[in-house]
């Protein structure tokens, strides 16, 4: 299993940290510095997130970003975010947040329904041409949206809602594979824990978040999970999965598991 993957111009391993409960003070900026340390290199946040103070936390433990390092963020998921003047003008402010002058990696947040993907996409397109972002994602979406947006500009990543136990975007898991795009599952511990997972945990001798985690490393290679936590201990723990590789039974055994209501 490959442990790392190339994730627009930087290779990082393939294990981030979401940081959507990322308050701004001193103990945060603290975890944040000791999880870069411990070999995290992929950090995810949004321009929403804590009303900006978690683009403001990584800004203040991190700033200036290091070569290896990918942070990524997010705009426009309000009513009207995917107006191209909304996008431009949270762009921008996440710039300051950040306290940098480029964001390696920018996500539409969400398509907004009253506008054409295509507008929402050119802005981000504009950010790009004028280096304010190197590499652009897009949340939340379907082939066909996927695809639109494709149409407009190069897609590096897709950040979908996706784990063991919530499958609705295993089309576009494989889509991405075959286009050699990065999929980032967010909320990938999130739900019930199928007891298959307990009991490859217990054999093992690793965590149940492990094995989850295993899991989609194992689902495919361009898996780039992003578990969030506030708890370093955690966060070392999540990227340990790293060393976890699930056999063919195992991963088989695990993915029959939901579907057959959490037992083998």
């Given amino acids: 299993m490959e442990t790392s993957i190339r994730l627009g111009d930087v290779t990082v391993p393939r294990m981030g940290l979401g940081t959507n409960h990322l308050d701004y003070n001193d103990e945060n900026v603290s975890f944040v510095k000791d999880v870069v340390g411990a070999g995290i290199r992929h950090i995810d946040t949004a321009y929403r997130y804590r009303n900006g103070e978690s683009e403001t936390t990584i800004g203040a433990a991190l700033s200036p970003f290091a070569p290896d390092m990918v942070v990524a963020t997010k705009a426009g998921i309000s009513d009207g975010g995917g107006r191209p003047e909304v996008l431009t003008a949270e762009i921008d402010e996440s710039l300051k947040r950040l306290q940098t002058d480029t964001i390696a990696l920018h996500y539409l947040h969400r398509v907004d329904a009253n506008v054409p993907v295509e507008e929402s996409l050119g802005a981000l397109k504009e950010a790009q041409d004028a280096g304010k972002i190197r590499h652009i994602g897009i949340s939340e979406v379907g082939v066909d949206l996927l695809e639109r947006a494709r149409a407009v500009v190069e897609i590096a990543a897709v950040q979908n809602h996706y784990s063991i136990v919530e499958r609705k975007w295993d089309d576009v898991v494989d889509y991405c594979e075959r286009e050699s795009i990065v999929f980032v599952p967010y909320f990938p511990l999130r739900g019930e824990t199928p007891a298959a997972v307990d009991e490859i945990a217990a054999q093992r001798g690793a965590t149940a978040s492990q ?43 695990l993915s029959r598991s939901v579907s057959r209501g959490g037992d083998l």
Avoid: C, Q
């Fill in 211 to 253: 094995i989850k985690l295993a899991w989609l490393l194992r689902r495919s290679p361009v898996t780039l999970p992003i578990p969030g936590t506030l708890n370093a201990a955690h966060a070392k723990e999540n990227l340990a999965a790293l060393e976890t590789e699930l056999s063919d039974e195992e991963f088989e055994a």
